[in-house]
């Protein structure tokens, strides 16, 4: 008989659940004809598709740009099968019109001229003419607006080859001699700085599923743009452990300059390229674009990640070495067939947004580590591929689960199903990662090869599977190695020295010992071991005197530490260590940030709100400034000033839900009734279901061998679990 207590707990699981479940309904169709997408046209007309301008027009001027456009994802976008399999699931299972969310992106041209509705009589892409053409020229050069409320949240007016002096523009196919005659009306009519911004590419590249496609509420996903407007490449933020020299937009990694010989755009025989390498290697290889694949390989093997052998740990005594050394003795005795643990350190610090980024419930990135004894036997070895393509079940994976309303995982990538992440460990960007492989050292004194990768996959084999199952097609996506170190380990004199020590991209010798760990230390902070951290950037911080940024990491860790006992002796440390750092370098405003923290947990309101002030003056767009202002402002009753500063936090996120809270309780206090009504409704609207964190406990429960990643600072060893792939009636239904 089941225990009267776990009765209770699974009757409010039930209930619970159910609760959730219940505001799920059979959805009404989208009566606005862009619905349930947020894109829109100037005038709200449809845009019939013989005015969008075949990409075919653009090549006789723009012959390399056309050729690079050619082999794009954005040229792919709406027809390649990885994506479409997943939409057609929406198509079959809600019907063509709520399509529109997921085609604003991926098949615009049908979306705008009206072919997603009952009545155009398609019941399968392709929808229009243009479809093979995806996110052709004439829709990204046609877009006059970005917002940043997530997919598809640009505006878009009928398509213009030129424009008057002021703007206005004019209709027709011109000749290319026409076009020619009049170069900046031309510009005029297809160019805007707007296209030169990232909240451009956050139309699309920031993703909302709203309750008109869900029958839920506003999901916020996956947002390469606010990862990074958050980054040390935005320059707006003071908080990135690793700022960058110069600020750096998607267009630096994702449209560098490229040669051009036949491009009437090319300026000093340059142009931006419109190939927009990313982590794609699934859809052109389908395609059989052989330059694409090969240059989206090298793509993202140049020192994207860094991979690091960093420590070992014995696990008989907890003694550390650290860190492993290319040459020196690291004073470590281990035993024969005692166990060890290898603490290998990834770092993202090149992306500037997480690895790996975006759809990570479908994409594949994992460790891949293995010791080999001197004879050539594997010892240990985790994250390998299996005969049948499927992924080591115990790997150390980077990944998202997203559940459904009754706890089950979306693998097919159906976001309208959506209710909450059960588990996302993506490395943000300029932070880390530590992952443990426990082995046992083998019989007697002899060397010991450690090998670490970090792997991706562009999909998961079993999806991977699906699709070309249903493609009748036969294909093996390549597993790119994109870190790599290699180190030999030998007990000599019961000491164990490395051998040999190299890396993919860095070389070791690069890889000074302060940075190395500084990387362990973030790794650490990030697994919520901030002792641990605030030692290690402690030693980071002596090999390393003259940068005042890595005593305020000790303090960011030593914060962290404090349990507020009546001493509060980290707490004191910290703003000793901040003090020391602004002795230094009044300058460093990061410091100033951590600063006001220390005088707001102390009480003194006034100098917090004075250092958050000065801070923010430096970096006005940086959120987590904005916020510890607005909400210190508001606790000093200084209601106007924090309204003003919640505002501007608005307008930088629109989806911040802490924002409009704290703008509706402050309109309200002003009597400004209709604008705390809005706010109300749009924090209402953007905040967690803080019921839906049960489905995540749910899943647990059902999936206990998940239990051990979901620890982030979990060891994987020859007794790890094995995670078999979730499939079939235990996963949310496809049809």
């Given at each position: 008989?089941?225990?009267i ?8 699981f039930?209930?619970n ?5 219940q ?8 009566t606005?004809q862009f ?6 046209t ?6 019939p598709v ?5 990409a075919?027009?653009c090549?006789?001027c723009?012959q ?17 099968p ?6 057609d699931?929406l198509?079959?299972t809600?019907?063509?019109?709520f399509?529109?969310h ?8 049908a979306?705008?001229?009206g ?23 004439s829709?990204c ?8 409320d997530?997919t598809g ?11 008057r ?8 196919d011109?000749?290319n ?7 900046p ?8 700085s ?16 709203p309750?008109s ?15 990074w407007?958050?980054?040390g490449?935005s320059?707006?933020?003071v908080l990135?452990f690793?700022?960058?020299p110069?600020r ?6 994702h449209?560098p300059?490229v040669?051009s010989?036949n491009d009437?755009a090319?300026?000093?025989?340059k142009?931006?390229?419109?190939r927009w390498?990313g982590a794609?290697?699934?859809?052109p290889?389908f395609?059989?674009q052989?330059?694409?694949?090969e240059?989206?390989k090298?793509?993202?093997q ?7 052998i ?7 005594t ?14 470590f ?17 090149n992306a500037?947004h997480?690895f790996?980024?975006e ?11 293995e010791a ?17 393509g499927?992924?080591d ?8 689960i997203i ?6 995982p979306?693998t097919?990538h ?11 460990n993506?490395i ?6 530590v ?10 004194q ?7 990768k970090?792997?991706y ?11 070309l199952?249903r493609?009748k097609r ?12 290699v180190?030999?380990?030998a007990?000599?004199d019961h ?8 890396t ?8 000074l010992l ?8 973030i790794?650490l ?7 641990q ?9 002596a090999l390393n005197?003259s940068?005042t ?5 000790q303090?960011?860790?030593e ?5 507020f ?18 002795q230094?370098?009044p300058?460093n405003?990061r410091?100033?940030?951590f600063k006001?923290l ?7 309101l006034?100098e917090?709100?004075?250092q958050l ?8 767009r940086d ?6 202002l607005?909400?210190t402002l508001y606790?000093l009753?200084?209601?106007m000033?924090a ?5 501007r936090l608005?307008k930088i ?8 809270q ?32 049960e489905l995540?406990?749910?899943f647990?429960?059902?999936h206990?061998q998940?239990?051990?990643e979901r620890?982030?600072a979990?060891?994987h ?6 995670r078999?792939v979730?499939v079939?009636?235990?996963?949310a239904p496809?049809?």
């Amino acid at each position: 008989m089941m225990p009267i207590v776990m009765q209770l707990i699974q009757q409010r699981f039930t209930l619970n659940v159910s609760a959730i479940a219940q505001q799920r309904q059979v959805l009404p169709v989208p009566t606005e004809q862009f619905a349930p997408s947020n894109a829109r046209t100037e005038d709200g007309a449809l845009i019939p598709v013989e005015q969008f301008f075949p990409a075919a027009r653009c090549a006789s001027c723009h012959q390399d740009t056309h050729q690079a456009w050619g082999e794009s994802l954005h040229r792919n976008a709406a027809r390649e099968p990885f994506y479409r399999e997943s939409a057609d699931i929406l198509l079959r299972t809600r019907g063509i019109e709520f399509t529109r969310h997921c085609e604003s992106c991926h098949t615009p041209v049908a979306l705008f001229s009206g072919a997603l509705t009952k009545s155009s009589g398609k019941t399968a892409a392709p929808f229009t003419e243009l479809d093979h053409e995806g996110v052709t020229c004439s829709v990204c050069h046609s877009i006059t607006d970005a917002r940043l409320d997530g997919t598809g949240s640009f505006t878009l007016r009928r398509p213009a080859l030129l424009a008057r002096e002021d703007g206005a523009p004019l209709y027709g196919d011109f000749t290319n001699e026409q076009i020619l005659a009049d170069i900046p009306g031309h510009k005029r009519a297809v160019m805007r700085s707007i296209l030169k911004s990232p909240e451009f590419c956050a139309t699309c590249h920031k993703v909302d599923a709203p309750p008109s496609l869900n029958g839920y509420k506003h999901i916020r996903g996956f947002s390469a743009y606010d990862e990074w407007q958050q980054s040390g490449a935005s320059h707006e933020s003071v908080l990135p452990f690793y700022p960058r020299p110069e600020r750096a937009d998607c267009r630096a990694c994702h449209m560098p300059k490229v040669e051009s010989a036949n491009d009437r755009a090319a300026k000093q025989g340059k142009i931006a390229s419109h190939r927009w390498l990313g982590a794609n290697i699934a859809a052109p290889l389908f395609y059989d674009q052989s330059k694409q694949v090969e240059l989206t390989k090298q793509f993202l093997q140049a020192n994207v990640l860094e991979v690091d052998i960093f420590a070992l740990k014995r696990e008989a005594t907890g003694e550390l070495v650290a860190p492993l050394l290319a040459e020196g003795d690291n004073c470590f005795s281990p035993l024969p067939g005692e166990e060890v643990t290898a603490e290998i350190v990834v770092s993202n610090r090149n992306a500037a947004h997480s690895f790996p980024p975006e759809v990570r419930d479908l994409y594949e990135a994992w460790v891949e580590f293995e010791a080999v004894d001197a004879a050539g036997k594997t010892i240990y070895h985790s994250g390998y591929i299996k005969p049948d393509g499927m992924l080591d079940d115990s790997a150390h994976v980077y990944k998202q689960i997203i559940l459904d309303e009754q706890a089950r995982p979306i693998t097919r990538h159906q976001i309208w199903l959506t209710n909450i992440k059960a588990y996302d460990n993506a490395i943000l960007p300029g932070r880390s990662d530590v992952a443990r492989f426990r082995f046992r050292m083998p019989e007697g004194q002899q060397p010991v090869s450690l090998r670490a990768k970090v792997n991706y996959r562009r999909l998961n084999q079993e999806y991977t599977t699906y699709v070309l199952t249903r493609q009748k097609r036969q294909m093996t996506l390549p597993v790119v190695r994109m870190a790599e170190a290699v180190m030999t380990v030998a007990a000599h004199d019961h000491e164990l020295m490395p051998a040999k020590h190299m890396t993919l991209g860095k070389s070791p010798s690069a890889r000074l010992l302060w940075e190395r760990w500084n990387d362990y230390a973030i790794g650490l902070l990030e697994q919520a071991q901030p002792a641990q951290a605030a030692d290690a950037f402690h030693r980071a911080a002596a090999l390393n005197p003259s940068d005042t940024n890595l005593l305020v990491n000790q303090a960011i860790a030593e914060m962290r530490t404090e349990k507020f006992s009546q001493v509060r002796e980290q707490w004191r440390r910290a703003d000793l260590l901040l003090d020391s750092a602004l002795q230094l370098d009044p300058n460093n405003w990061r410091g100033r940030f951590f600063k006001s923290l220390i005088l707001r947990g102390d009480g003194r309101l006034a100098e917090a709100a004075d250092q958050l002030s000065q801070v923010a003056t430096h970096y006005p767009r940086d959120r987590e400034v904005l916020r510890n202002l607005g909400q210190t402002l508001y606790t000093l009753k200084q209601t106007m000033p924090a309204r003003e500063v919640f505002e501007r936090l608005s307008k930088i996120d629109p989806t911040d839900s802490g924002a409009w809270q704290f703008l509706s309780s402050m309109y309200a206090s002003e009597g400004r009734q209709a604008d705390a009504e809005r706010a109300q409704s749009l924090y209402l609207k953007w905040r967690d279901d803080p019921r839906a964190y049960e489905l995540a406990l749910r899943f647990f429960a059902a999936h206990p061998q998940w239990g051990d990643e979901r620890v982030s600072a979990h060891i994987h060893s020859e007794h790890s679990a094995y995670r078999p792939v979730i499939v079939g009636l235990q996963a949310a239904p496809d049809r």
